[in-house]
T-cell receptor
Framework: AAGVIQSPRHLIKEKRETATLKCYPIPRHDTVYWYQQGPGQDPQFLISFYEKMQSDKGSIPDRFSAQQFSDYHSELNMSSLELGDSALYFC???????????FGPGTRLLVL | GENVEQHPSTLSVQEGDSAVIKCTYSDSASNYFPWYKQELGKGPQLIIDIRSNVGEKKDQRIAVTLNKTAKHFSLHITETQPEDSAVYFCAASSGGSYIPTFGRGTSLIVHP
């Protein structure tokens, strides 16, 4: 079965640079969630979108923004990167804001 | 908001033994409890979930129990195998929000 696709899988950036992470949900899934996971930590919810509209907002810094497009893929834009932004970033998708979320493989971001 | 406590943080067992991971939650409105398995460098994978109208659910070697009165739920893995070694996260969410609150994770090590 098709799963959530994230790109890139690995990303290295310098401080103050920008980064864009992409997420392609499972086919027919219309809801996308973004999470940040630090080393040894549990996933922290950042933001979610349902039918291209922001539906929930968590601990997403003001330096980050995200959107969901008409084909339901989503992009997380990160600006003025800081060392502390180094983490795994996961995207998850679900059908019609149902509880069951399916996670992608993640993007490992390293800020130097 | 919801608070999920998970124990133990590390669990070491011999192959063939059973493993039990326990979680408690604080919000009595929570009604959906998924369990995720995360292998190193990979995204969390949903392995089993339970809703508040069910007390127990089983899928082959994995079972989950829920005690709504005590607000705790547990994951039971029988006949553990080395490939069960991973970090396991419990989570809880309520119908009002589809965003799960995660426990801090349990690192399960199964020794051959």
């Amino acid at each position: 079965a098709a799963g959530v696709i994230q790109s890139p899988r690995h990303l290295i950036k310098e401080k103050r640079e920008t980064a864009t992470l992409k997420c392609y949900p499972i086919p027919r899934h219309d809801t996308v969630y973004w999470y940040q996971q630090g080393p040894g930590q549990d996933p922290q919810f950042l933001i979610s979108f349902y039918e291209k509209m922001q539906s929930d907002k968590g601990s997403i810094p003001d330096r980050f923004s995200a959107q969901q497009f008409s084909d339901y893929h989503s992009e997380l834009n990160m600006s003025s990167l800081e060392l502390g932004d180094s983490a795994l970033y996961f995207c998850a998708s679900s059908l019609e804001e149902q509880e069951t979320q399916y996670f992608g493989p993640g993007t490992r971001l390293l800020v130097l | 908001g919801e608070n999920v406590e998970q124990h133990p943080s590390t669990l070491s067992v011999q192959e063939g033994d059973s493993a039990v991971i326990k979680c408690t939650y604080s919000d009595s409105a929570s009604n959906y409890f998924p369990w995720y398995k995360q292998e190193l460098g990979k995204g969390p994978q949903l392995i089993i979930d339970i809703r508040s109208n069910v007390g127990e659910k089983k899928d082959q070697r994995i079972a989950v129990t829920l005690n709504k009165t005590a607000k705790h739920f547990s994951l039971h893995i029988t006949e553990t195998q080395p490939e069960d070694s991973a970090v396991y996260f419990c989570a809880a969410s309520s119908g009002g929000s589809y965003i799960p609150t995660f426990g801090r994770g349990t690192s399960l090590i199964v020794h051959p």
